[in-house]
């Protein structure tokens, strides 16, 4: 059921954006952050479990880790195109060193896939094998966005 809502939602997300884009890339800079916004949410229940915030669940854990997975393994080319970085167009934090780094920003996304995956196969596993997942994917998350993401 989490697969179908989380498709559909990323599939009204870019029917919408196509619809009402006001620029050459206002359509990808919202796939992407709406992209983003779909791992956040997915992380914040792990995270809450984690940390205890929120009472662990295998169910709801495993979902949350199956989303992630399906998240790394989706195309992100198209929500990338040259001159969509902060300072070029509104609304975009993506740094200009990314289109320069694409092998770097290649590599962190397969840590990403990579620490998605164990956490998939962690999650369902108990309170414990969650936690020692959790930190893969947190250091995934924050190496790239370190690197080619501007601060608020």
Not at 69 to 83: E, F, H, I, V
Not at 137 to 152: I, S
């Amino acid at each position: 059921m989490i697969k179908k809502i989380t498709f559909a939602a990323v599939g009204l997300a870019l029917a919408t954006t196509a619809v009402f884009a006001e620029s050459p890339h206002d359509g990808a800079i919202a796939a992407r952050k709406a992209h983003m916004q779909l791992y956040g949410h997915n992380l914040g229940i792990l995270g809450g479990m984690a940390k205890g915030a929120i009472e662990y669940d295998a169910d709801a854990a495993s979902a949350a880790a199956t989303n992630l997975a399906t998240l790394t393994k989706m195309s992100q080319g198209s929500y990338w195109p040259q001159g969509s970085e902060a300072g070029a167009v509104e609304g975009s934090r993506a740094l200009g060193a990314l289109w320069q780094n694409f092998p770097d920003v290649g590599a962190k996304s397969g840590e990403m896939a990579a620490a998605a995956a164990a956490m998939e196969t962690a999650a369902g596993g108990g309170l414990d094998a969650l936690r020692g997942a959790i930190g893969g994917v947190g250091g995934a998350c924050g190496a790239c966005h370190k690197a080619y993401r501007q601060p608020k």
